[in-house]
């Protein structure tokens, strides 16, 4: 059976964290660089909450496989990104900081939602496919 989270405790982890964050004084260097290459124009906008529902997840359940973003019966390990995202994430950053995404539904719409585990890539690669689909399409 895969990992469910208490809608409650994941807010309040969540909350907790973030206060945390704003507090510190100093930040690892590689967590800096990592959120400004999310923040830049040609960035993906669905990686940030990707990164950030994975990132809950681990913190919730030290034993959830954070690239399985699907709930799965046979794996144990997994949850259900779209749910944590929606439910948990979008709502606290509307009310933390600007959503660092264009509108509730960029995880849904977006390739790693229509796989069961993320790789580098493989999602790379579904992007690039998505991206020439739609252009094509557009013509």
């Not at 964050?21 to 830049?40: G, N």
């Not at 390990?77 to 995404?101: D, G």
Request: glycine content about 2%.
């Amino acid at each position: 059976m895969a990992v469910r989270f208490d809608p409650h405790i994941a807010r309040q982890t969540l909350d907790e964290s973030f206060r945390q964050a704003m507090e510190a004084t100093s930040l690892p260097e590689a967590w800096l660089h990592l959120s400004r290459s999310l923040r830049q124009e040609e960035a993906p906008h669905t990686y940030t909450p990707a990164l950030g529902t994975a990132l809950l997840a681990r913190t919730l359940d030290e034993t959830v496989d954070p690239r399985s973003i699907k709930q799965q019966t046979h794996n144990a390990r997994s949850y259900s990104a779209r749910t944590l995202c929606h439910r948990i994430l979008v709502p606290a950053s509307v009310e933390l900081a600007r959503a660092a995404v264009r509108g509730a539904k960029a995880v849904e719409a977006s390739p790693p939602a229509r796989v069961t585990i993320v790789r580098a890539r493989t999602w790379s690669r579904a992007h690039q496919r998505v991206r020439a689909t739609k252009t094509a399409g557009r013509r």
